[in-house]
């Protein structure tokens, strides 16, 4: 089916945490991601998957995060009119609407009260409107729109 996103059951995730790799050495040289991590206090030996792209110029991005580091990536980065922020939880309830569609926000600035807009005007009168929901594995990307 297009369009159907995957869900694991938890034999299948239990099965990928037994097989993943135990040695996790940087073979390429490319010392990006060791470097974000040793930041961030994670640990490798607490990863299970990475997800890592090049912006346009360069930038190197990545997305493992908790629903903790996502609000505060939300809250702290300097955002420009236009940028978009897409994110959706891998591991709550397969039922929910954070888990199935995710979340698209653009920011809009001193335009309203939130600086953040969707559907809804006000984004939900919040920054960040899945604080509540259950899961704490999330993926997010940034769209960045040209600055003049």
Same mark, same amino acid.
């Given at each position: =089916?297009a369009?159907?996103?995957?869900r694991?059951?938890?034999?299948?995730v239990?099965?990928?945490?037994e097989?993943?790799?135990?040695?996790?050495?940087?073979?390429?040289?490319?010392?990006?991601?060791?470097?974000?991590l040793?930041d961030?206090?994670?640990?490798?030996?607490?990863?299970?998957?990475?997800?890592h792209?090049?912006? =346009?110029?360069?930038?190197?991005r990545?997305?493992i995060?908790?629903?903790?580091?996502?609000i505060?990536?939300?809250?702290t980065?300097t955002?420009?009119?236009?940028d978009?922020?897409?994110y959706?939880?891998?591991?709550g309830?397969?039922?929910?609407?954070?888990?199935?569609y995710g979340?698209?926000?653009?920011y809009?600035?001193?335009?309203?009260s939130?600086?953040?807009?969707t559907?809804?005007?006000l984004?939900?009168k919040?920054?960040?409107?899945?604080r509540k929901?259950?899961?704490?594995?999330?993926?997010?990307?940034?769209?960045?729109?040209?600055?003049?």
């Open positions: =089916m369009g159907t996103r995957i694991l059951s938890p034999e299948e239990e099965l990928i945490n097989s993943r790799g135990k040695d996790l050495q940087n073979i390429n040289g490319n010392t990006a991601l060791d470097i974000h040793k961030r206090g994670i640990n490798k030996k607490d990863i299970v998957s990475v997800k792209w090049q912006s =346009m110029s360069g930038e190197l990545f997305s995060v908790t629903k903790e580091q996502l505060n990536q939300i809250a980065t955002w420009g009119y236009g978009v922020v897409a959706w939880c891998n591991n309830p397969t039922d929910g609407s954070h888990v199935k979340h698209t926000q653009i809009v600035g001193e335009i309203n939130i600086g953040w807009s559907s809804k005007a984004n939900y919040t920054d960040f409107p899945y929901r259950k899961g704490d594995n999330w993926t997010y990307l940034v769209f960045r729109a040209p600055s003049s």
